[in-house]
């Protein structure tokens, strides 16, 4: 079984930045973020595997980063050059499986949530 819990969304300009942290318990081999508005299909923002490979949606390419801290147990999410349309609430999820095989943000296992608003 793995738990998740996420910390550090909020309310920032256009612009501006964040970073989510997430406390994970419990094994996985690939862990991420993904995103939801509602009445919208999720999105996956960002993943990781255990060998330390990083996957980014296009959409948040060279704005955001992903991160982990292995001693910590803490995932990371570094959100940079804040666009309105990053707007959603962000989620921290994991799975036993490699990210690759991970499609459109659907993790075995995801925490919470945390939201995320950008004002213009």
């Known amino acids: 079984q793995v738990q998740l819990v996420e910390s550090g969304g909020g309310s920032v300009q256009a612009g501006g930045s964040l970073r989510l942290s997430c406390v994970v318990s419990?094994?996985?081999?690939?862990m991420g973020w993904f995103r939801q508005v509602p009445g919208k299909e999720r999105e996956g923002v960002a993943a990781v595997d255990s060998d330390g490979s990083t996957s980014y949606a296009d959409s948040v390419k060279g704005r955001f980063t992903i991160s982990k801290d292995n001693a910590k147990n803490t995932l990371y999410l570094q959100l940079n050059s804040l666009k309105p349309e990053d707007t959603a609430m962000y989620y921290c999820?994991?799975?036993?499986?490699?990210?690759?095989?991970?499609?459109?943000?659907?993790?075995?296992?995801r925490g919470q949530g945390t939201q995320v608003t950008v004002s213009s």
């Open positions: 419990g094994y996985s081999y690939c």
């Open positions: 999820a994991a799975d036993m499986i490699p990210c690759l095989y991970i499609t459109t943000g659907h993790f075995g296992y």
